[in-house]
């Protein structure tokens, strides 16, 4: 596609209830991020997929937070039993050559909202 | 690890004028890139310009320059001219160079200025 595309937009959802946020990158792009912008903060590194390698995880906060990517495109982000904190606006990312240091090409993002 | 920081939480600017948006950062790294991203209220994050940081001259786009200072581990943000359409969240950036290309290059991002451009 022409950007990276992210959806649901928005998404409100109870407290103890999962969640799916999916991802779209940049046709032929490798590599893919998922950051987490909690109100009025900076961006905080969740995980990072790179061609078939396997993924860097070190930024997920809890094992209730899980990230997959279908054949090097789609990604999807699912979060187990919601909580309040998990409230943040999820953005994704994709890059056509990491090490180049070209910098990423974000989405919109999905804003959720856990009530 | 490595840290970036934003000093400056929100500043305003009258339009048509300058305003300089600081960012420090803290690294043992010598080769590296940083950034500066805008986000406007339809969140999504742009890129406004790009530094190298073996490359002395400082970069510009345009109405936007930077003032790389190495030494001093700092990259402001000048916007020359200013205009409404610059009102927005702008991110300073770090990211590691990595000889090898295994290990993925994270992004460090500072906490955000808010800039105001009022007319």
């Known amino acids: 596609g022409a950007g990276v595309s992210q959806s649901p937009s928005n998404k409100v959802t109870e407290k103890g209830k999962d969640v799916e946020l999916r991802c779209d990158p940049i046709s032929g792009h490798t590599a893919l991020y998922w950051y987490r912008q909690s109100l009025g903060q900076g961006l905080e590194f969740l995980i990072y997929f790179q061609g078939n390698s396997a993924p860097d995880k070190s930024g997920l906060p809890s094992d209730r937070f899980s990230a997959e990517r279908t054949g090097g495109s789609v990604s999807t982000l699912t979060i187990q039993r919601t909580q309040q904190e998990d409230s943040a606006v999820y953005l994704c990312?994709?890059?056509?050559?990491?090490?180049?240091?070209?910098?990423?090409?974000f989405g919109s993002g999905t804003r959720l909202t856990v009530v | 690890a490595q840290t970036v920081t934003q000093s400056q939480p929100e500043m305003s600017v009258q339009e048509a004028e300058t305003v300089t948006l600081s960012c420090t950062y803290d690294?043992?790294?010598?080769?590296?890139?940083l950034f500066w991203y805008k986000q406007p209220p339809s969140r999504q994050m742009i890129l406004v310009i790009r530094q190298e940081a073996y490359k002395q001259q400082n970069a510009t786009e345009n109405r936007f320059s930077v003032n790389f200072q190495k030494a001093a581990k700092s990259f402001s943000l000048k916007i020359s001219d200013s205009q409404l359409g610059d009102t927005a969240m702008y991110f300073c950036a770090f990211m590691k160079s990595l000889a090898d290309g295994r290990a993925g290059n994270m992004l460090t991002f500072g906490g955000g200025t808010r800039l105001m451009v009022k007319p």
């Open positions: 690294t043992s790294e010598n080769n590296y890139y």
């Open positions: 990312a994709s890059s056509p050559d990491f090490w180049k240091g070209y910098g990423y090409t």
